[in-house]
């Protein structure tokens, strides 16, 4: 009978632990979240492009399409060095422009001769791609590819057959060449060009491309590839080539209204909190003011404290930063654009090496049901996996994180668990000053994966957040206080 009894409490005491466990974990998830992959793309927060190709020795941006390959003869050419320089600037993925407007392409295509297996480079036995792809692989870079759908070389250009013959070299791209991370559309489409002799204009309608067709073939050949274009699906442009995300930016997204080419820049630059989508916003920029090389520019790289500013406003703006690393004539990237990088990324891990909050005493007005799952102080663990979250219903919310000694900060950063949701559009930062009085110090609007915040430096033992508007109850995975790196100059 006692071994009936305790068999009973103990069944019982698993059930309602269980039942316990499930309320416990149980915070109301939005429609919209990402995707495990889109996740993951997120938190590599900057990736890389490699533009390269005949344009780079005509000295043009566009090329018409009617280059002889023969000019395409990269003299040293090591895709290593541009792996190697990507990722000590802090780049986790490189896209390589494998066909441009001009139609030449850096891999043997079977179903063109305006390519690299023409050109002088290896006797027209080179595969760049390939180079690119084993490159990038070895240094444990995650791979991506740009393919224009424009192209001003093809004589079918603008007709039906030039489809088919798009969708051939996404083939040969997407089956040659091992696991891709993310295919790279633009919206340059049309306009004059050589078209295999044609030398015109031609002008194409806004559903040429049969965008829904072709993204399906993607993801039938890639099933875990990401996809960018101006409407995603997966990841979209910004709406400029500044490399800025909006002050308010959402993940959430409707691409069914964007049409790939004639978007509303406003649009893409914001986001929208009424989405139907999840999709990432990318910031592309080259860090020279030309996509391509060119000689006359080797002295106008962008500083490292331009890039920290560029930093600031694209992953510090909810978004992924795209940086243009064009490599030169010898096929090697210019040690002006790998200092400067390199000295970016020095500034950025010295400015962000020292989180001045980092296991801080953290109170707050409301934490859901009291239980530590949902503790105040899982925002300064410096864990994304562990939240604060309130209880139902609770919107409007404070929390005050206490530090041990007089702290001086100019530097805040912030995340949301956005696993269950983009939430948070509008926030409040305060600090106690002096004389013992609550001071606003920031008052901004979305949050999302990171959000971080440039201010004036404050001393202070207390730090206040506070929630003022959400769509769903409020969460916070993070929240942590920097120091910049004397290095930097920029201010917003």
Known sequence: MKNILTTILLSTLILSCSARDEKVNDIPTNKVIPSANQYKYQQMEMVGFIHFTVNTFTDKEWGYGDEDPKIFNPTNLAAEQWVIAAKEGGLKELILTTKHHDGFCLWP????????????????????V????????????????????????????????????????????????GEINEIWFDGANGGDGYYGGANEERVITKDYYHWDETI?????????????????????????????????????????SVTIGHADRN??????????YWVIGQCDVSIRPGWFYHKSQDNQVKSPQELVDIYYKSVGRNAVLLLNLPPDRNGLIHQNDVNSLKDFKSIIDETFKTNLALNAKVTCSNYRLKDNHFSPENITDNDLSSYWATDDGV???ELTIKLDTLTTFDRILLQEPIKFGQRISKFEVWIKNKKNEWKQIA????????????????????????????NNLPALSNVGLFLASEKETKQD
């Open 109 to 128: 295509s079977k179903y063109t001769e305006h390519s690299v297996k023409n050109s002088l480079y290896k006797n027209g036995k080179g595969d760049i």
């Open 130 to 177: 390939k180079e690119f792809v084993d490159a990038c692989r070895k240094h444990r870079l995650k791979v991506g590819f740009y393919l224009s759908p424009w192209d001003r070389n093809h004589k079918d250009y603008g007709k039906p057959e030039y489809i088919v013959y798009y969708r051939n070299q996404l083939r040969e791209l997407l089956t040659n060449y």
């Open 216 to 256: 399906k073939l993607v993801k039938e050949l890639q099933p875990n590839i990401l996809i960018f274009s101006d409407a995603g699906p997966d990841i979209h442009w910004i709406g400029n080539e500044q490399g800025f995300a909006g002050k308010t930016f959402w993940s959430t997204f409707s691409y069914d």
């Open 267 to 276: 649009y893409l630059n914001t986001g929208d909190p009424n989405g139907k």
């Open 395 to 397: 919107i409007k919310s």
């Open 443 to 470: 008052n901004e609007t979305t949050i999302g994966y990171k959000r971080l915040l440039r201010v004036s430096p404050v001393t202070t033992t207390k730090v206040k957040i506070k929630i003022v508007d959400a």
